[in-house]
């Protein structure tokens, strides 16, 4: 199972911190957010490798998010600053097989399995 949580409100330019905590049994698989708000398609925000810790992120949110994770807890973190309105959304965490070729990808479709999310309320 996948948990998302840490969601809330804030104001702009404020920041949060999302985690996610997974079961033992993605314990090694790649980690990735995404977000999505009503009638938009999913968003990529940001994907870690498991073994080495590589990163990407969403254009729309490099330079302010942060990505991390700790194996130990099987538990992904994203650190959000300089929150902005259109930043709001649910916040979902992914994971991806450490067994496919290519460890990091965008599209939701290449993630194996979801968690439920987290919103996120950003106000102006």
């Known amino acids: 199972q996948l948990q998302a949580s840490g969601g809330g409100s804030v104001q702009a330019g404020g920041s949060l911190r999302l985690s996610c905590a997974a079961s033992?049994?993605?314990?090694?698989?790649?980690m990735g957010w995404f977000r999505q708000t009503p009638g938009k398609e999913r968003e990529f925000v940001g994907v870690?490798?498991?073994?080495?810790?590589?990163?990407d992120y969403g254009d729309s949110v490099r330079g302010r998010f942060t990505i991390s994770r700790d194996n130990a807890k099987n538990t992904m973190y994203l650190q959000m600053n300089s929150l902005k309105p259109e930043d709001t959304a649910v916040y979902l965490c992914?994971?991806?097989?450490?067994?496919?070729?290519?460890?990091?990808?965008?599209?939701?479709?290449?993630?194996?399995?979801w968690g439920r999310g987290t919103l996120v309320t950003v106000s102006s």
């Open positions: 992914a994971v991806r097989a450490n067994s496919r070729p290519t460890p990091i990808v965008r599209a939701p479709s290449d993630y194996d399995y």
């Open positions: 033992a049994t993605f314990a090694q698989y790649h």
């Open positions: 870690i490798t498991w073994r080495d810790g590589k990163k």
